[in-house]
């Protein structure tokens, strides 16, 4: 909701992350985002498009009117990861040292929010996220593999559900 009403409806989402990248998380905003009840919820947990949809986006672009588009983004951007690696934090321990994760979804595609969790999630001796990219597409999954391996991801590619669950180690 955020890049479509900062773009008056030109884009429906940041286009591989390249407006949050052009632009700075804003530290306050980004805390007071971090601050949300939902972020401490512990795992598991799903948030919807009612919780942090267009209602909170229109209220970010009223309150922070002095901001970038850029910024806003930048700060959205560095939430979502931000409130991943919250909830990785919070995992109760039964759970172990975390070494892998699955990251799936839209926001694969947003390089501003795979490097920001990439270099947030890194555990101890975790040295290189591994990104398993899904696709059907042949071409999408190249240019995606090509995209990301730049940002330092490991990413398998595969082409169906199926070579995706074969692919994941146990």
Do not use: W
Not at 17 to 35: F, H, Q, V
């Amino acid at each position: 909701s955020l890049v479509r009403l900062l773009t008056n409806g030109e884009q429906r989402f940041d286009a591989d992350g390249a407006l949050a990248l052009s632009g700075k998380p804003k530290p306050e905003l980004l805390r007071d985002l971090l601050a949300h009840p939902f972020v401490r919820q512990i795992p598991p947990k799903s948030a919807d498009r009612d919780t942090f949809g267009e209602a909170l986006a229109r209220r970010l672009m009223a309150e922070n009117a002095g901001s970038s588009p850029e910024d806003l983004v930048a700060t959205a951007a560095a939430f979502t990861a931000d409130s991943i690696c919250v909830a990785l934090e919070s995992l109760p321990s039964p759970y172990g040292k975390i070494d892998r994760l699955i990251v799936s979804g839209g926001g694969i595609y947003n390089e501003a929010v795979m490097r920001r969790l990439r270099e947030r999630a890194m555990l101890d001796g975790v040295t290189q996220a591994r990104l398993l990219l899904v696709d059907d597409e042949d071409n999408l999954r190249s240019m995606l593999e090509a995209a990301l391996r730049p940002s330092g991801f490991d990413v398998p590619p595969v082409a169906d559900g199926r070579r995706a669950i074969d692919a994941v180690p146990t």
